[in-house]
């Protein structure tokens, strides 16, 4: 009987395996944990929505949109972003629709990143960045902020830029910190970003999460950043719809034109029927511009809580992530501790050191508050038994 054999290959992403989200919740499940760890809600999004998409459907848009997305909704895009942060994008040349911000992010390095190309990361930061550089063939050059406050250290930031560098990520609010960049970082970022080529890829996803009366300030407020920036969004975060994989891109048209030829290969187009619900439902922006006040409000209820527990609480400025650190809870490291509070005490969390290159570990682990507040109730309780 001829045996037949499997090439085998050599990997584009060597070091890779699965991602600490997918490992945490797996553990979750296997222990019956309530999971505070992967950045997904456990509650219903608004039925309006639902329903949207069922009209769009029975109105018959069932096939391909637009490449470039449903022109209704990247209007609708265009004049939300105009309306919040002043600056006018054209939606025809300068607004794409992507099957979330995760696929806006690799498409806009894939577009622009050549090999050998140096791209500087702000540590701790999201898990799909590295290997998307890695993917371009670009050069990935690490830059972390300040431990213990996670503000950019633009000395820093400044020393990384050489002559090769072709673009910069940056992340606020913070994904895993909670940490809100304020309007004197924009400006630092501006001028230090000026005298160069330098390209900005900005991942704002978390942008109507911003608490205690602050701004989310917006690359697109900025015109010496909007001018050389990508500014990325997702609809699943704002509107409690992480599975419907629905983002936007708003960059100038000549980085648009780029970012477009790579999208129509990798993606296409999104999906029709949501794009139709999605821009039906911005008619109305209180479901945006109330959000700050409900996660807010389930913020607060977990820090209270916590307050009871050995965790030192670090602030949570925006985002639905809460930071701790378990100096005072145990002598594991970040990884181990964050097993074991699963397996033992039925809450699941995730290490800083994961988004770290080289596992940094500095005792402080990160839980999401998108849950009910029944999860985080039931968390609580068992977090102040420790």
């Not at 400006?187 to 602050?214: K, R």
């Amino acid at each position: 009987m001829t045996q037949y054999l499997t090439p085998t290959l050599t990997s584009r992403l060597p070091k890779v395996g699965t991602t600490i989200f997918t490992v945490m919740s797996a553990l979750a499940t296997e222990h019956k944990a309530v999971n505070l760890g992967q950045g997904f809600p456990d509650f219903a999004c608004d039925p309006a929505l639902v329903d949207a998409v069922t009209a769009a459907m029975q109105a018959g848009h069932n096939q391909y949109p637009p490449m470039t997305g449903v022109p209704v909704l990247r209007q609708a895009v265009a004049a939300k972003i105009e309306a919040l942060h002043g600056k006018v994008y054209h939606p025809d040349l300068e607004i794409t629709i992507t099957a979330g911000a995760t696929q806006a992010i690799i498409t806009a390095i894939l577009a622009v990143v050549h090999p050998g190309d140096e791209v500087v990361v702000l540590e701790p930061c999201y898990d799909s960045y590295v290997p998307n550089i890695e993917l371009a063939g670009g050069v990935v050059v690490r830059v972390p902020l300040t431990p213990g406050t996670f503000r950019p250290d633009f000395a820093k930031i400044s020393a990384a830029i050489t002559p090769k560098t072709r673009a910069l990520l940056i992340n606020t609010p913070h994904n895993p910190s909670a940490t809100v960049w304020s309007k004197a970082d924009m400006l630092a970022l501006q001028d230090l970003l000026a005298p160069t080529n330098v390209l900005l890829i900005s991942d704002e996803v978390y942008e109507h999460m911003v608490f205690d009366g602050q701004l989310h300030e917006s690359v697109s407020r900025y015109p010496g950043l909007a001018a050389r920036a990508f500014v990325v969004s997702s609809f699943g975060k704002t509107f409690h719809v992480t599975g419907w994989k629905v983002g936007t891109v708003a960059a100038p048209a000549p980085l648009m034109a780029e970012f477009r030829k790579v999208h129509q290969f990798n993606v296409f187009t999104v999906n029709t029927p949501v794009q139709h619900a999605l821009a039906a439902y911005l008619a109305n922006p209180a479901p945006y511009l109330d959000l700050p006040a409900f996660y807010q409000r389930k913020r607060d209820l977990f820090r209270a809580g916590l307050a009871h527990t050995k965790f030192k609480l670090l602030p949570s400025q925006g985002s639905y992530f809460q930071c701790v650190d378990i100096s005072e809870v145990s002598d594991l490291g970040e990884a181990d501790f964050c097993q074991w509070l699963t397996r033992e005490v039925g809450v699941a969390a995730i290490p800083l050191s994961a988004f770290y290159g080289d596992g940094f570990d500095q005792r402080v682990v990160r839980f999401c508050f998108a849950k009910q507040d029944t999860t985080l109730n039931a968390a609580l309780e068992r977090l102040q038994a420790l």
